[in-house]
């Protein structure tokens, strides 16, 4: 869960596939990480109140002042629980009432957690139902046993690559028009054409990734 969807605020996004950033934060026995963009440095602090007019912000318990004189708000950990938790439960209830698109099956096939986890969180957020696999071996067990609608693959991964499991996908009867979209951080002339050559309907490179290119790319293909 993005800490910037819990606190309303805007999400950055980056042109490549970044590495993934966690905070844990815990009270009691309960638990919750959350997706920031970076984490800059751990400090103590003296955490001053927000006097009587801002006694009771919501999810902030106070602040304080950095050495260079920046004044910096102090995140309340069990009042951020507690809206983290509404907000999932906000967003089920929304997930429940999409449209037809969110019956869209994507399956995902990358061996990179930090790639896999991304790419599923872009998409479940822009409503489909994401299956992911570890690689195109996982993958084409998961296609011959369940239904979906879309695979996007990485190429370089162990036991079956994404150009291998592309071929597969082409060569069976019941897969054969499965629209295929290769992700991938081989940006060279031939592992393009390969990509073309074995069946892929898409060809993105990594290292120019825009999640709006993926899903507008997506979108055109279910």
């Given amino acids: 869960m993005h800490l910037s969807d819990v606190l309303g605020l805007p999400v950055t996004s980056s042109s490549a596939l970044p590495m993934i950033t966690l905070v844990i934060l815990a009270t009691g026995d309960s638990q919750i990480a959350f997706l920031v963009d970076e984490v800059l440095e751990e400090l103590q602090v003296l955490v001053k109140g927000l006097g009587r007019q801002l006694s009771r912000v919501r999810n902030i318990t106070g602040a304080t002042i950095l050495g260079n004189g920046r004044v910096v708000a102090v995140l309340n950990v069990p009042d951020l629980m507690k809206s983290a938790n509404q907000f999932a439960s906000i967003r089920k209830q929304r997930d429940s009432e999409k449209t037809p698109k969110s019956l869209t099956k994507v399956l995902v096939a990358e061996d990179s957690i930090t790639s896999r986890t991304l790419l599923k969180s872009i998409l479940e957020s822009a409503g489909f139902q994401v299956t992911t696999a570890v690689d195109g071996a996982d993958a084409f067990a998961r296609l011959r046993s369940g239904e979906f609608d879309l695979v996007v693959s990485d190429v370089d991964m162990p036991r079956m690559s994404?150009?291998?499991?592309?071929?597969?996908?082409?060569?069976?009867?019941?897969?054969?028009?499965?629209?295929?979209?290769?992700?991938?951080?081989?940006?060279?002339?031939?592992?393009?054409?390969?990509?073309?050559?074995?069946?892929?309907?898409?060809?993105?490179?990594?290292?120019?990734?825009?999640?709006?290119?993926?899903?507008?790319?997506?979108?055109?293909?279910?």
């Fill in 162 to 222: 994404g150009f291998e499991l592309t071929a597969k996908i082409r060569a069976d009867k019941k897969l054969g028009e499965l629209p295929v979209v290769l992700v991938t951080a081989l940006e060279s002339r031939d592992d393009r054409e390969r990509g073309v050559d074995v069946g892929a309907n898409a060809y993105i490179v990594k290292s120019s990734f825009d999640q709006s290119n993926l899903l507008e790319v997506i979108n055109k293909l279910i």
